[in-house]
């Protein structure tokens, strides 16, 4: 992969920021934070492509568990896609040799935050691990003709309800809205021990995958 020119998209600075530590210096590869959602990320995928055309994308960051076998930290990528060229099985083979596991995604809307909601995109949808960015960023790619590739780790596992309903406490363009945040709290101090338990679980995550990545574009 050094000869290549490689752009990671992560929405947000915490699924990045190990990475960036890992990354410096290596020549050829790109990150950017796209944001939350959809709209968030084609807005920012499509305006660094504006500027530069790299030979790979890398979808990347925090995915929640559909799948009850995997647990957080696991890396999961997406096999095949159909701009994926098999020119890149090298690539496919590094992600295998660094443990991450195929998988199957689904983009979504909303964040799952129940364990039944996870349970019901399982049956709907038969996916392993559920995001909100991939599916924008693979439709850039694909009409530009640039090979693109999900890479994500479980950061919240399929049993496992999150603290709060952090879509109630986003703001319109999907950004979590800090007053909405410490509100919340206040009327539920108890969630306080969870959601440190929460972000010690997304930052051992974010290690994680910035441990495959490292490995992948050596």
Known sequence: MAASTVLICFALKEEAAPFHLVAAGKPGVFTILVGIGRQNAERS???????CSPTLVLTCGFAGG?????KVGAVVFEPATPQL????????????????????????????????????????????????????IHAVCRERGLP???????????????????????NPDQS?????????IAKSPWQI?????????????????ASVLAQIIE
Do not use: H, W
């Open 85 to 136: 060229p098999s020119a890149n099985s090298q690539l496919l083979a590094k992600l295998l040799a660094a443990g991450a596991k195929p998988a199957k995604f689904y983009c979504a809307d909303r964040i799952a935050i129940t364990s039944a909601e996870k349970q019901q995109l399982r049956r709907e949808t038969g996916a392993d691990a559920v995001e909100m960015e991939s599916a924008a």
């Open 148 to 170: 693109c590739l999900t890479v994500r780790v479980i950061s919240d596992p399929a049993n496992e309800d999150l603290p709060l309903d952090f879509n109630a406490l986003a």
């Open 45 to 51: 995928v499509c305006r660094f492509l504006a500027a």
């Open 66 to 70: 559909l799948n009850p076998d995997l």
């Open 176 to 184: 979590l809205n800090f007053r909405k945040l410490a509100g919340a």
């Open 193 to 209: 021990g969870r959601l440190l338990a929460l972000q010690k679980k997304t930052k051992f995550a974010a290690q994680q995958l």
